[in-house]
């Protein structure tokens, strides 16, 4: 009886030790040094916001791979994070290692450049000023749209639920604050308050707010809301998967946002600059602009946008230009509107 | 086997007797505890077995799942050693200052996990206190494994120093002093007395402390930089693909991590657990 119970304990530790063994080794065994693919990869730390994540992963970075190995015979590892522009803005401001960030505005690389972490302007070096897709702000309704949503004014109305990014962390929300009053301002030139009137309306009826626009349509799948403000692209993608559980609302006026590269070039060691300019050129090459405009972004080169026939018309497209850049939109619109003014009113 | 051999007329009546509070505790947990548990294997599936073993093939999980026990294996390894030699000088000597010390070695479970993330950045980072003299000779702990480890070392210190220092306190001293008459030095004596009369301590806290490590959040997102093959823990890697709405990858992962704590505290709890009936 003794005996037994002996040879029960130790079967209990060795299958205790063997488990954990198991795991030790399942935990290792990549960097265990067995003779396997000699010669290392080549690395590029990216950094992107959220939306970007799909379409680099997927499309673009196994595309480059392919284009760099053909060229140069050397294998490219990518390293990447998404999360909302400002979130990943303030990492690099903290010192992440990333080589390439792809930012969803043009002031959160502004930001960048005033923390010191890239030099000024020196994205607007890159082609097309550092823009390198766009797509424009969209109105996403439940099925059938049963609140009769039809343009940014609908969403004003009483008893419509609204899903909005958080603009503290989202550069996706700071583009809708700027769509929703740019179209009260546009729709009706002769009022000059229309635009606040608008945005107060609309923020009225805001129910919950997210950090990144990724985690705003987390939300309304989860059934938040009657209306989600958002990147065309976003639900683009999702249609062309079937997994757009949604309508899409054009608004007749909205905002195209565009996407700024940033190269940050104090990470980037002298032997690894060949393979970053050639990754950042890839960027707008044919071959990448088609694959954005395949999962939905539109591209910077209008002639390759008929093949995407999933985009819809927007009679009065604009862009943040049109409200002098985005220092001035930030400073007058969103902070001084909707921040010191909206905000205040609707008692948030 | 023990149960069956003992089943008498008096341990049926205690069976039945349990049966009310038992269910009653099943009922109470079930909403709180059983049913969210639940959720995660049910949407983990929901796309059927080929969609689950899928979601955890990808290199991204993979590498996201042996990073996180890789990690939560070395803080287990390292706060056992350091919480049992806090918890060995809290609880043997005297000194001025020991109650603060006492009380600061067990903040960490009070601090908000993020807030330790960030006071690490604003030590250890590129433009941190410490790290800004550290980044001209090229050692940056922030954003790479080391710094994950840092913070989960801070994060977990109190398990194993909660586990062990009230053992300590409460074993009699008689021992020790016998050990000491006998001519032990101090190492003999913690050697040979008071680690085995420690083992079981040592374990519960090595497993709670490797518990806590495989499921930290909050302090790791931050000062992983959250690189995807490089920095991501499974938490983390969770939190990413739920945020980008593939529910459920991130449940299959979710899942993973479930079963693995389960197996380690089924496992290690029979090793270690009911010594009573075991020295009988």
């Known amino acids: ?7 029960v304990r130790r079967l209990r530790e060795l299958s205790t030790l063997g488990l954990l063994g198991a795991m030790g080794l399942y935990a290792v065994w990549p960097w265990l040094p067995l003779p396997q693919q000699a010669n290392r990869p080549r ?93 424009p702000f969209i109105i996403v309704a439940r099925p059938g749209n049963p609140k009769q949503l039809r343009d940014f004014e609908s969403l004003a109305q009483p008893g419509v639920g609204v899903v909005h990014p958080d603009p503290l962390t989202s550069g996706g929300a700071n583009w809708a604050i700027i769509a929703e009053y740019g179209a009260g301002t546009r729709q009706q030139r002769d009022q000059p308050e229309a635009g606040k009137d608008l945005l107060r309306g609309i923020w009225r009826n805001v129910v919950a707010q997210a950090a990144s626009a990724r985690a705003a349509r987390t939300q309304f799948e989860n059934g938040f809301g009657d209306a989600l403000i958002t990147y065309e692209q976003e639900a683009l993608w999702d249609r062309s998967r079937g997994q757009l559980d949604a309508e899409i609302v054009y608004p007749r006026s909205t905002i195209l946002s565009e996407h700024t590269v940033v190269v940050i070039d104090r990470n980037i060691d002298p032997d690894e600059r060949a393979l970053i300019d050639g990754f950042v050129a890839f ?27 999933g985009f819809g018309a927007i009679a009065d497209p604009f862009l943040i230009e049109d409200f002098g850049g985005w220092t001035q939109a930030k400073r007058e619109i969103v902070d001084g509107i909707w921040k010191n003014q909206v905000l205040k009113e609707v008692g948030r | 086997m023990r149960a069956v051999a003992l089943e008498t007329p008096r341990r049926r009546s205690e069976r039945s007797a349990a049966l009310i509070p038992v269910s ?41 799942l042996r990073f996180s026990l890789l990690v939560a294996f070395a803080t287990a390894v390292i706060n056992a050693i350091l919480g049992t030699f806090a918890a060995y000088v809290l609880s043997k000597y005297r000194f001025p200052g020991e109650r603060p010390l006492g009380i600061v070695v067990n903040l960490p479970v009070a601090i908000p996990t993020v807030v330790v993330g960030t006071s690490l950045l604003l030590l250890w980072g590129p433009i941190g206190l410490l790290g800004r003299w550290l980044e001209p000779w090229g050692l940056q702990p922030m954003f790479t494994p080391v710094g994950v480890l840092l913070a989960h070392l801070f994060v977990t210190f109190p398990y194993m120093l909660g586990t062990l220092k009230p053992l300590l306190d409460e074993l009699e001293t008689t021992y020790e002093e016998a050990a000491y008459t ?94 009573n009936e075991r020295r009988h």
Not at chain 2, 33 to 46: G, S
């Open chain 2, 182 to 275: 006998i001519g032990a030095n101090r190492w003999q004596t913690f050697r040979y007395v008071l680690l085995p009369a420690l083992r079981g301590g040592l374990f519960t806290g090595a497993l709670l402390t490797f518990a806590h490590s495989l499921g930290e959040f909050g302090a790791t997102v931050l000062v992983s930089g959250n690189l995807r093959l490089r920095t991501q823990t499974a938490p983390l890697y969770i939190f990413a693909q739920f945020e980008a709405g593939n529910i459920a990858t991130a449940n299959a992962i979710a899942a993973v991590l479930a079963i693995l704590s389960f197996l380690i505290f089924f496992f290690l709890l029979r090793y270690t657990g009911k010594p």
């Open chain 2, 24 to 64: 009653m505790l099943v009922l109470v947990l079930l909403p709180l505890l059983l049913l969210p548990l639940a959720a995660v294997f049910i949407f983990a599936f929901r796309g059927g077995v080929s969609a689950f073993v899928n979601a955890l093939r990808t290199p991204d999980a993979q590498f996201a």
């Open chain 1, 283 to 309: 960027l707008w090459s044919d071959e990448a602009q088609r694959l954005f405009v395949e999962r939905g972004f539109r591209s910077v080169d209008e002639r390759l946008n008929e093949h995407n026939p």
């Open chain 1, 43 to 135: 690395t590029i730390i990216f950094y992107g916001f959220s939306i970007l994540g799909d379409v680099m992963d997927n499309a673009v970075f196994p595309a480059f791979q392919e284009t760099w190995y053909k060229q140069t015979g050397e294998r490219v590892e990518f390293i990447s994070s998404f999360a909302g522009s400002g979130t990943i803005t303030n990492q690099l401001i903290m010192g992440v290692p990333a080589d390439v960030a792809v930012l969803s505005l043009e002031l959160d690389a502004q930001r960048l450049s005033a923390a010191g972490v890239i030099d000024s302007d020196s994205w607007h070096q890159l082609p097309h000023k550092g823009v390198v897709n766009r797509t």
């Open chain 1, 1 to 7: 009886m003794v005996k037994r119970q002996l040879l």
